[in-house]
């Protein structure tokens, strides 16, 4: 199965953690806490996907990867050479 990004956060208006997956639209999950969030949407995608499948839709390759913190090409490495140099 690809992996795909989740974004995790906290919903003060539904008092749960939302779990998103930008690249598969309308596919989230919630939990009362992270680790249930990430495990429910984990379930989701599988089955979003197999929904796809089913209905002969595409189904979205993963992402681009975002740079590591530590690359070059990381939008931190100004602030942490700043950091670093005082």
């Known amino acids: 199965m690809p992996r795909y990004e989740i974004i995790i956060y906290w919903s003060q208006a539904d008092e749960a953690f939302i ?3 930008p690249e598969l639209p309308g596919c989230a999950a919630d939990g009362k806490t992270y680790k249930e969030a990430l495990a429910n949407v984990e ?3 599988q089955e979003w996907i197999e929904t796809a ?4 839709r595409p189904i979205p390759a993963r992402a681009a990867p ?3 913190l530590n690359s070059p090409d990381s939008p931190f490495t100004p602030l ?3 950091y670093r140099d005082g």
Not at 53 to 56: E, P, S, V
């Open 53 to 56: 499948k089913d209905l002969g």
């Open 80 to 82: 942490r050479r700043a």
């Open 43 to 45: 379930i989701i995608i």
């Open 19 to 21: 779990a998103e997956v």
């Open 66 to 68: 975002l740079p590591s």
